[in-house]
C-alpha cells in the first residue's frame, strides 16, 4: 500500500510536498497514516487558516480529504474527518491565557536555551500584542519614553503599545543572551511553549469547535505562538478596552482583523445596559 505522502503525490504531484510539509509543521510529526487523528487534523486546518488565504485553506483541505477517500477502505482513517475537512464559514474557536497564567509563565525557569528564547518570545506578545516577526526583533531602541514603539514587518503599520517593565527586562535579557532576533521553527516554538505550559499545569480539559468539529483536549495542547496575541486581545477586551484602541495596539488595519482574535464570549455589561433587559416583564 501507498505511503499518505506517495498516495498524496500520486494524485497532487504539483501539490503533495506543500500540503503535507504544513502538516508536518503544524503537528511537529511525520506526515504518516498513523498520526492522523482527528486533534491533528484541527490543528493542521487552524495553521492553514492562520498562514494562508481562505480560497487556499479550502483548496488543500478538500485535496487532503479527496485523498483519504480514495484510501478510507485500506487505512483505519478518524471517524469524522470528512467534516474537519470540509471548509466552510464556521468560526473556529481558540483558547487564551488569562492574567494568572501568564504570570505564571513569566515566573518559569527556563530548562535550556530554547525555552529561554520561545518563553521570552511568547510573553513579549503576550503583553504587546505584536507579531512575531516583531517582537522577536524587538530592541531599547524600540523604547521610546513610556511606550513601545514599531513599524510591523508584514503590514509595514506603526504601532505603539504602554511599556511594561516585564517587556523592558525581557528585552534586556534577550540581549544579554545574545537571543534578540534568533528565532526557531514554528513547530519547535509551539511544541516548546505547550511543554511548558504543560508544566506549569494548564491541563484544563477544553472542548472547542474548530473547522467544522468540536475538538477536546487539555489547554496546553491548542497553545501557540498565535495565542499570545489572542491573550492580549482578549484580555484587553475583558477589561473594557474599546476595540478600535487594541486595534491600533496591534497594528491592524481594521476593527474586522481584531475581532478575530477575541478568544472569549461577551464580556461583563454595564448596568445600563443590563437594565434594558431587566425592563421587560
Known amino acids: 500500500m501507498n505511503t499518505l505522502r506517495e498516495a498524496f503525490n500520486e494524485k497532487y504531484p504539483q501539490y503533495a510536498n506543500r500540503v503535507l510539509n504544513m502538516y508536518e509543521q503544524a503537528n511537529d510529526c511525520p506526515a504518516i497514516w498513523e498520526n492522523v487523528t482527528k486533534i491533528r487534523l484541527a490543528k493542521f486546518v487552524s495553521f492553514l487558516n492562520e498562514n494562508l488565504a481562505k480560497s487556499s485553506v479550502k483548496t488543500y483541505c478538500a485535496m487532503l480529504k479527496s485523498v483519504f477517500n480514495i484510501y478510507n477502505e485500506e487505512v483505519k482513517l478518524p471517524k469524522g474527518y470528512e467534516d474537519i475537512l470540509s471548509i466552510k464559514k464556521d468560526v473556529s474557536q481558540n483558547t487564551w491565557l488569562n492574567d494568572s497564567e501568564i504570570e505564571r509563565i513569566i515566573a518559569y525557569i527556563p530548562a535550556n536555551d530554547t525555552e529561554r528564547l520561545v518563553k521570552n518570545q511568547f510573553i513579549m506578545g503576550c503583553v504587546t500584542g505584536a507579531r512575531h516577526s516583531d517582537y522577536m526583533n524587538f530592541t531599547r531602541e524600540n523604547i521610546v519614553g513610556e511606550r513601545l514603539v514599531y513599524v510591523s514587518v508584514k503590514t509595514h503599520i506603526q504601532a505603539e503599545v504602554p511599556l511594561s517593565k516585564v517587556v523592558e527586562r525581557l528585552i534586556a535579557e534577550n540581549e544579554m543572551f545574545y537571543i534578540a ?50 491573550s492580549f486581545a482578549t484580555n484587553l477586551y475583558l477589561r473594557g478596552a474599546d476595540l478600535y484602541a487594541i486595534s491600533k495596539m496591534m497594528g491592524h488595519s481594521s476593527v474586522t482583523m481584531t475581532e478575530g482574535y477575541i478568544s472569549c464570549g461577551l464580556r461583563d455589561l454595564a448596568d445600563n445596559i443590563l437594565d434594558y433587559f431587566k425592563t421587560f416583564k
Open 181 to 230: 532576533g534568533k528565532e526557531v521553527s514554528d513547530p519547535t516554538f509551539n511544541k516548546t511553549i505547550r511543554e511548558i505550559c504543560r508544566k506549569l499545569g494548564m491541563n484544563e480539559r477544553l472542548k472547542l469547535y474548530r473547522a467544522g468539529e468540536f475538538v477536546e483536549g487539555a489547554k496546553y495542547e491548542f497553545i501557540s505562538s498565535h495565542t499570545a496575541r489572542r
